[in-house]
């Protein structure tokens, strides 16, 4: 089945190249069927590619999902038109009083800002409040990961001698668990960001699990019990060049950074990286919307 998303959001024509099944509203109001409604706060500087990157693995997958675009409202983008944000974005109140089968809270480069000076975190904390009654489950990414352990948790994040980015090897810790059913005991996974939070930490809370980790980057995959929170460090979603992308942007920048580790060939930056995560990342995503969402979300919500 399909993704639907706004007839004319960039994405879809690279989406169509990919052969990747979408359909927009004027279609799927046609289907008889229940979707699944899921919502993606994009903190993303780049919004257009992170849309696209995250649609790919979302539609991979045999059920119909309804894809809902969310801004921030105390903050504007600098990086993505005012068009685009109006056409295709919504914000917090327009939606505040709908229920969603999943969401997604996205990266975002503010993480060697304290989480209380970020210029939306009390809009964050407002949203991060209402999907604990109005999502069946969310999904943090990367600095929304850290962002989650904080508040939820208590868990702060701490700040690196220097940036992690590279392709890591992750050893589960659980292969019974359905979000990682049919992942290798050790998988790959990139990562992109100046700060880390304590493993130790992870373990000690008794409301989270630690469901797979790197001894290189870290923890990676952490779960709530009650299921309701998935926090990934990383960046599963991340397309083959958009580590190089980066490091390319940080050089341009003056910043004194690695070489993104385990991803050129011969850490040669002249060399073509080779993806070897793309096979989890779809996996991860269709496991999250089958057993966490769809298997676990309302036919009706109430």
């Keep these: 089945m399909p993704i639907t998303i706004p007839k004319r959001l960039p994405a879809r024509e690279i989406l169509e190249e990919e052969n990747i099944f979408i359909m927009d509203e004027d279609r799927a109001s046609t289907q008889d069927i229940r979707p699944l409604n899921i919502l993606i ?19 991979n997958t045999p059920l119909q999902v309804n894809i809902t675009f969310l801004k921030t409202a105390t903050y504007e983008s ?17 939606i505040r009083h709908k229920k969603f089968d999943g969401m997604i809270v996205t990266g975002a480069p503010v993480e060697l800002i304290p989480f209380h000076e970020v210029s939306y975190w009390n809009e964050l904390e407002t949203i ?13 990414i990367c600095w929304g990961a850290q962002a989650a352990l904080y508040y939820h948790y208590g868990i702060d994040k701490y700040e690196l001698p220097e940036k992690c980015s590279g392709i890591y090897a992750h050893q589960i ?21 100046h700060t880390d939070n304590s493993e130790n930490a992870i373990l000690q809370s008794p409301e989270l699990r630690l469901l797979a980790s790197s001894k290189e980057a870290g923890p990676f995959i952490v779960q709530s019990l009650d299921r309701k929170h998935i926090m990934v ?3 599963l ?5 958009t580590l190089a992308e980066e490091y390319i942007r940080d050089l341009e920048r003056g910043l004194t950074v690695p070489i993104p580790s385990h991803y050129f060939p011969d850490d040669n930056p002249a060399q073509k990286p080779v993806n070897t995560w793309r096979s989890h990342a779809h996996l991860f995503f269709s496991n999250w919307l089958n057993y966490y969402v769809y298997q676990e979300t309302p036919f009706e919500w109430k």
Aim: charge should be negative.
């Design 128 to 140: 991060f409040d209402w999907t604990k009654t109005n999502v069946t489950s969310t999904l943090h």
């Design 233 to 235: 460090t990383g960046h």
């Design 78 to 94: 600098k990086n993505t038109s005012r068009y685009h944000l109006e056409q295709f974005y919504t914000t917090f109140e327009k």
């Design 41 to 59: 706060l994009n903190l993303m500087p780049e919004k257009e590619k992170a849309e696209a990157q995250f649609l790919r693995l979302l539609g």
């Design 173 to 193: 810790f659980d292969n019974k668990e359905k979000l990682l059913r049919g992942f290798d005991d050790v998988f790959f996974a990139p990562h992109s960001r």
């Design 237 to 241: 979603e991340y397309e083959t060049d």
